[in-house]
């Protein structure tokens, strides 16, 4: 085992310090999920049956011809060239009406937005759609060599970065395609959680700022506010001043959205001292800025 690990990194250090090694070729790539199919059509039955209200009794979607419509959009395609209109089928099958003035768009803050909606309960981000929810977690690819689907444990091109390399692969061009849908679809007032631990706070390479943002629809979104989640606030200053978020600003302008930022809002700053009592923020929580809504429920 010690000399796997050691051939490992060696390898990986060559390409590093190889002038001849594409940098895109050294990202890393990840392990296509084992029984994708029964994985799929359990988790869309499991969320409907969580989810009766929206989907009992008439508009239970069927999960078999959900799965041949996602497992199509990849099935015989290149490893690293699938167009997210493959997907269109599965968007259409697995659409849910949105709820006005809840939508939650994020980046950065994948483990704590889904604390914060609640699945849906109180806000709803796209993890919290039958959509969205089918494929979290999960890793597939195209492959033109098989006549299935690509085996669990296969390596696939990661989900989220593109590259020269492997510009766009199945995973990939999924979340772009619902992505897409999800911002096409909401309407009032949306909110969109940013981490100010990363730099910069607002990045413009990425699914956020590509394939969501510019998707909102002028006129039927009405205004965006920025939550901004810092677990290391200093006194007397904002992270809303922030350059970036002049970037989300310039983008929602030009559609005509208002636009607002709040630091560590008290029922976000709540909810993450609940899993994160120690962190700066926490000792600061009774300055929390309270313009949010009573959470019922």
Not at 222 to 247: F, I, M, R, W, Y
Not at 272 to 294: E, G, M, W
Request: glycine fraction near 6%; include cysteine; charge should be negative.
């Amino acid at each position: 085992m010690a000399q796997a690990v050691f051939w490992m990194v060696a390898g990986i250090l060559i390409c590093w310090y190889s002038a001849g090694c594409p940098a895109e070729a050294c990202r890393p790539e990840e392990d296509a999920s084992f029984n994708l199919r029964e994985v799929i059509i359990g988790t869309c039955e499991r969320f409907q049956a969580d989810h009766q209200d929206v989907f009992c009794p008439d508009r239970f979607r069927n999960c078999t011809d959900i799965w041949e419509a996602f497992s199509g959009a990849f099935r015989q395609q290149p490893r690293c060239n699938v167009n997210e209109s493959r997907y269109d089928r599965y968007v259409q099958l697995t659409a849910t009406d949105l709820p006005k003035d809840k939508a939650v768009f994020w980046e950065n803050v994948y483990h704590f937005v889904s604390r914060f909606t609640n699945g849906g309960r109180h806000y709803f981000q796209v993890g919290d759609t039958l959509m969205g929810y089918i494929p979290d977690g999960l890793q597939w690819c195209g492959s033109l060599n098989e006549s299935d689907i690509t085996p669990g444990g296969s390596k696939c091109p990661s989900s989220w970065e593109a590259s020269s390399h492997c510009p766009q692969g199945a995973s990939r061009a999924c979340w772009v395609a619902i992505s897409k849908y999800f911002a096409q679809h909401v309407s009032g007032e949306i909110y969109v959680m940013l981490n100010t631990s990363v730099t910069p706070i607002y990045a413009i390479d990425t699914y956020l700022a590509e394939y969501e943002i510019p998707y909102l629809r002028s006129g039927v979104v009405t205004k965006a506010t920025a939550l901004l989640l810092n677990d290391s606030p200093e006194p007397g200053k904002s992270q809303c001043s922030d350059g970036s978020l002049s970037v989300l600003e310039g983008q929602l302008r030009q559609k005509n959205i208002s636009y607002m930022c709040v630091e560590n809002r008290r029922d976000v700053a709540t909810i993450y001292c609940l899993d994160n009592p120690t962190a700066k923020l926490c000792d600061s929580l009774a300055h929390a800025t309270n313009s949010a809504p009573t959470i019922v429920g």
